[in-house]
């Protein structure tokens, strides 16, 4: 797989159709999720986020990294979601990332790695809008360790499996202890459910990757 041609395709798509959002973010959202989003302007005033969403090459394939959060006592414990936390004052939502990388799976990006930014996602419950920063990579990463007070697993997939229909399934999920929503739209990623601001974030790629 040459990167250059895969950045270039993925930025003249973007430079031709922009990108989806909510048209992408709609088929894996919550019940109420975009509501939430377009009222949190008057309404709130969200804690900034920045996630890594890692592309890199792997046996002519695309590949990308998610990891496991342990379970702890908070909104989003035991989830699967990209490397990522809020942002420090002294630091752009880039930097964020890239340092959220280097603390959660040791891997060590670049600005220059950064190659566009997808739609902002607000996470009602936790009040956070989180800023999808894609960075390719032009091999892939080695020597890749979770930080074992935040990342329980860390978890290579291919990035074709988010074409694939059978993927994405439903199912009641537990949002709080005192929440449960029914019929949750999430992929079904190596037997983990990826569902939430992470759905979302990759039902967007999905639509940059379709061609």
């Known amino acids: 797989m040459n990167t250059e041609v895969f950045k270039t395709f993925l930025l003249s798509k973007i430079k031709e159709e922009g990108l989806p959002g909510d048209l992408a973010h709609q088929d894996l959202a919550p019940l109420k999720r975009l509501k939430h ?53 002294s630091e752009s939502l880039i930097e964020t990332a ?16 950064m190659l566009f930014k997808l739609s902002d996602i607000y996470i009602p419950v ?23 007070r935040e990342v329980e697993e860390i978890i290579l997939f291919d990035t074709d499996v988010l074409l694939d229909k059978k993927v994405r399934k439903s199912k ?5 202890s ?3 929503q029914k019929d949750v739209p999430y992929f079904d990623i190596q037997q983990k459910v990826v569902w939430g601001a992470t759905a979302m974030i990759l039902s967007e790629l999905a639509f940059l990757l379709k061609k």
């Open 172 to 176: 009641d999920i537990r949002i709080t």
């Open 98 to 113: 890239i340092r959220e990388c280097k603390e959660e799976i040791g891997l060590q990006l670049s600005k220059k790695e």
């Open 178 to 180: 005192q929440l449960r």
């Open 37 to 89: 989003r377009l009222k949190i302007a008057e309404n709130t005033n969200p804690v900034e986020a920045s996630v890594a969403v890692v592309l890199f090459p792997s046996k002519n394939k695309i590949k990308s990294i998610l990891i496991k959060r342990p379970v702890y006592r908070g909104h989003h414990s035991g989830q699967i979601s990209f490397p990522g936390g809020k942002r420090e004052l």
């Open 126 to 148: 936790s009040n956070f809008m989180i800023s999808p920063n894609v960075f390719v990579l032009d091999q892939e990463p080695k020597g890749l360790k979770p930080d074992k």
